[in-house]
Structures are given as C-alpha cells and as structure tokens.
C-alpha cells in the first residue's frame, strides 16, 4: 500500500517556523524526485519547492525562496520542508508529492507527480 504522510504543521505566529516532514512507504522514493505542494481555501494547488533523488537538483517557487528549505533523507524514505520567517500568506494545506522522474525540471507542475500524501495544515497568525 502506497502511503505519504506529511506531519509538523500547526500553528505559528508570523514570523516563526514550522519544520514538515513526510514519511513514504510501499513505493520507490530513492530514485525520484519529491516535492512540497499547498493549497489555500479557494485557491489552486501551488508548488513549493522540489527536490531531485541525488539532492542536486533543488527547486523553488520564488514566494519562498530564501525561507524555505527542502531537504530528504533516503535512508528514512523521508522529506523535509524547514520554513522560517513565515507569513500570513503561507497559510494553507501543505502536500507531498513523488515526482515521475529523478530530476525537478524548471517548474512544480501537479501533472508530473503520481502520488500525494493527505496534506499537514500551516496556519500563521499576523
């Protein structure tokens, strides 16, 4: 049974951090990429910030680039998002997702990624 399970999510006044995580089981996570995706209430799923199997290729949407920071861990089937200096905006369901391929390429486009876990919800008060 295919499983991702993000965790770490809470609530968070402006200006502090939340570190995510996300567990996979029953599925090949070393040789893809992954990626943090989230989504507001009444808006669209936006990406985050994807990391390659090797860790070399890292991407970021420019809303978070400089505050967040995407890291894996193979051995532990586990992926991380260290986010600092949040703000209210960051508020939202955040998701993991494995991508289709070993590498990020140039954007976070949802179509690319095959399994997503249930989503850990980031709530920052101004």
């Known amino acids: 049974q295919v499983q991702l399970v993000e965790s770490g999510g809470g609530l968070v006044q402006a200006g502090g951090s939340l570190t995510l995580s996300c567990t996979a089981s029953?599925?090949?996570?070393?040789?893809?990429?992954m990626a943090w995706f989230r989504q507001a209430p009444g808006k669209e799923r936006e990406g985050v910030s994807c990391?390659?199997?090797?860790?070399?290729?890292?991407y970021y949407d420019d809303s978070v680039k400089g505050r967040f920071t995407i890291t894996r861990d193979n051995a532990k089937n586990s992926l991380y998002l260290q986010m600092n200096s949040l703000k209210p905006e960051d508020t939202a369901m955040y998701y993991c997702?494995?991508?289709?391929?070993?590498?990020?390429?140039?954007?976070?486009?949802?179509?690319?990624?095959?399994?997503w876990g249930q989503g850990t919800q980031v709530t920052v008060s101004s």
């Open positions: 997702a494995r991508r289709v391929s070993y590498f990020c390429g140039g954007d976070l486009d949802t179509s690319t990624y095959d399994y």
């Open positions: 029953g599925l090949t996570f070393d040789d893809y990429a």
């Open positions: 990391i390659g199997w090797s860790r070399t290729s890292i």
